[in-house]
């Protein structure tokens, strides 16, 4: 009775039974959902039932997972010569633990963003999100667009930014995915962004600012302000100021400022302990690619504790976060030493 239970197959009455119309699926990861072909809809939690269950057990022998170019799981018998998109593993099903662990066990360093959003639905939530043509920025609109939200990549290369949505849409043609021209390092081209946004005259739940520069040559932008500082931190600035009437409209909304650890190995204050302007967007003379884009970190933290301290009590919150130590990415692109660096590291780091 024990390996019946285990197996998913003690219970026999009509709770397990699936309504019509309804059929049993499995993730690559091992989950079981729930396909509605009626409704065209699918959820984690069984119909009847309302558990959530996972595969017990690896595939039988000779049994090999794949992905078909629309993004859904289907299964090869190299024994029997067959295909089917039926897990030959469903009919040994346990019950997910009803207690959630908390966050510190349940996710780590190997997590990824579509692990962390199994099970949300954000159908009906509206996100933007810098920089998200690539890295960082891709993987989260993927994960977030395959979940249900509508998702804008605001990206400062239009044909890139149209091609990181087709590589969205081969995973799920229905994902609501759009991009929009926005460069940061032109506070005109982050006005005309926000206005061409605002005359869409949808919500705005989640803004990510992600879009970064890192080891770049010194530079001034056409607002005749060093380059790192005013794409990493500046231009996100003047985003939020602009869209912020939208967000409090929006709430429950919330900002995200992706930072680093960085920012710790840096300083912004003259010798009096006073903010140093020049420190902030400093001459060619005084430039260092590694110290401007310290900075221009700290500056994210300082202003989404601010933002948070300021909008928090009308509904929208902010964060900065840490995306990890080394992550690789193409955020290398400006120097060779430091792509080498990267290349060399990347065995011991997450990959995307």
Known sequence: MAALRYAGLEDTDSEEELPPGWEERST?????????????????????????????????YGWEQETDENGQVYF?????????????????????????????????????????????DLSGKVVIITGANSGIGFETAKSLALHGAHVILACRNASRGNDAVQRILEEWHKAKVEAMTLDLASLQSVKHFAEAFKSKNIPLHILICNAATFGAPWSLTEDNLESTFQVNHLGHFYLVQLLEEVLLRSSPARVVVVSSESHRFTEIKDSSGKLDFHLLSPSKKEYWAMLAYNRSKLC????????????SPHGVT???????????????????????????ARPFTKSM
């Not at 939690?45 to 959530?52: A, D, I, L, V």
């Not at 029997?80 to 633990?97: G, H, I, M, S």
């Open 76 to 120: 090869v018998d190299h024994i029997n010569k067959r295909t089917t998109y039926l897990d030959p593993r469903l009919a040994f099903t346990v019950e997910e633990n009803p207690v959630k662990p908390a966050a510190r066990q349940r996710y780590d360093g190997n997590s990824t963003a579509m692990e962390i959003l199994q099970g949300r």
């Open 300 to 311: 994210n933290i300082l202003f989404s504790n601010e933002l948070n301290r300021r909008l």
């Open 318 to 344: 902010s964060n900065s976060v840490h995306p990890g130590n080394m992550m690789y990415s193409s955020i290398h692109r400006s120097w060779w030493l430091y792509t080498l660096l990267f290349t060399l």
């Open 28 to 60: 690559r990861g091992g989950w079981i959902y729930y396909a509605n072909h009626l409704e065209e809809k699918t959820q984690w939690e069984h119909p009847k039932s309302g558990k959530r269950k996972r595969v017990a057990g690896g595939l039988p």
